[in-house]
């Protein structure tokens, strides 16, 4: 073991003109303090309240809950889209009291409750559209 007049120099004992200095950060190119990733830029992002009107009434709600409401509204008339992603956010956020439940494939018969929920939206559609042109008055032109 070599002997300094900085005391004893080996394994984990490095002499101390080349120990860090006070004040000197021992990675002078790593990550500044403070630095924000993209988590946490959405997060704070999603927090800010907007100011919003529902129902006659002016009312503040943070950006996440406005989204919200949008896709659930969305998913409410019939985009399936929406509905789908709407389905999606809950799974995985909500997530499943049984692992079973949130691994399980879709069965054939689930396919068919959907086609058949599709098919009753899209003649609700259509006879919708029909009583409004049917109902609307032809220009004269």
């Not at 997060?43 to 950006?63: C, D, F, S, Y």
């Not at 929406?82 to 049984?98: I, K, M, P, Q, Y």
């Not at 259509?126 to 032809?138: C, I, Y």
């Amino acid at each position: 073991m070599a002997h300094d007049d900085d005391g004893p120099v080996g394994y984990k004992r490095p002499p101390k003109h080349k120990q860090f200095q006070r004040g000197q950060s021992g990675n002078p190119t790593g990550r500044r303090k403070g630095v924000r990733n993209f988590k946490t830029d959405l997060v704070a992002e999603l927090q800010e309240q907007i100011p919003i009107r529902e129902n006659g009434r002016e009312m503040r709600i943070t950006k996440q809950r406005a989204f919200i409401k949008a896709l659930v509204a969305a998913a409410i008339k019939g985009d399936m889209r929406a509905t789908n992603a709407l389905v999606s956010f809950c799974t995985r956020s909500l997530g499943s009291e049984d692992k079973e439940d949130a691994d399980a494939t879709p069965t054939a018969e689930d396919f068919d409750i959907i086609e058949a929920f599709v098919k009753r939206e899209r003649k609700r559609h259509r006879s919708k559209l029909a009583e409004d042109k049917s109902t609307t008055p032809k220009r004269k032109g």
